[in-house]
């Protein structure tokens, strides 16, 4: 069965720090891979997507992830981390040629000055 | 360009009453999906739509759930009657179905339910 695995439920960093939230999924062939963000009270945004080709690939708000075939691993990074950073982060699978989306059950970001 | 509405933001009902959710995609969207995200969890799909056809229904709860988009363009999702368990953000998305899984879901605010 599809799934995706985000194992850090609550991550805390002092603002200027760097910052790498993991995904991992599970899925016969590589899906499409995508991060969204939620902060409190809205809806999610897309931060980035991946589909194929080179497996670094940059998003919105200075974010970025890394696409580890190897290691069915699809993690998020920020090298420096503001405190409007801060939010909850799911990542999600999307099964080749359909419209689905399968969801992470989050990681929640906390940014200490 | 105006984003996925959703309405109410907020509904607190007792249990066993009926509740209705609304949702106004984006424009030009013909791909409209129905989420449930509890608590410290990620959204579920309940229901898909492509414009008013429901291609893929598979996690609605049809005893108590129903939804409906009449013209292919706004849509109802409902809980006839509501349960304790029912207690969720319900977020809606819409998106565009050619190039299939390679567009961005655009999701709505959401509507928070509290089920007492």
């Known amino acids: 069965a599809q799934s995706v695995t985000q194992p850090d439920i609550h991550i805390t960093v002092s603002e200027g720090a760097s910052l790498e939230l993991r995904c991992n999924y599970s899925y016969g062939a590589t899906p499409y891979l995508f991060w969204y963000v939620q902060s409190p009270g809205q809806g999610l945004q897309l931060l980035l997507k991946?589909?194929?080709?080179?497996?670094l690939v940059q998003g919105i708000k200075g974010f970025e992830a890394e696409f580890k075939r190897s290691q069915s691993s699809f993690n998020l990074r920020k090298p420096s981390v503001h405190w409007s950073d801060a939010a909850e982060y799911f990542c999600?699978?999307?099964?080749?040629?359909?419209?689905?989306?399968?969801f992470g059950t989050g990681t929640r970001l906390q940014v200490f000055p | 360009e105006a984003g996925v509405v959703q309405s109410p933001r907020y509904k607190i009902i007792e249990k066993k009453q009926p509740v209705a959710f609304w949702c106004n995609p984006i424009s030009g969207h013909n791909t409209l999906y129905w989420y449930r995200q509890n608590l410290g969890q990620g959204p579920e799909l309940l229901i898909r739509?492509?414009?008013?056809?429901?291609?893929?229904d598979s996690q609605l709860p049809k005893d108590r759930f129903s939804a409906e988009r009449l013209k292919g363009v706004d849509s109802t999702l409902k809980i006839q009657p509501a349960e304790l368990g029912d207690s969720a953000v319900y977020l809606c998305?819409?998106?565009?179905?050619?190039?299939?899984?390679?567009?961005?879901?655009?999701f709505g605010p959401g509507t928070r339910l509290t089920v007492l």
């Open positions: 991946y589909f194929s080709g080179d497996t």
């Open positions: 998305a819409s998106t565009h179905s050619r190039d299939r899984g390679r567009h961005e879901q655009f």
């Open positions: 999600a699978v999307g099964p080749l040629n359909t419209d689905k989306l399968i």
């Open positions: 739509y492509e414009n008013e056809e429901a291609v893929d």
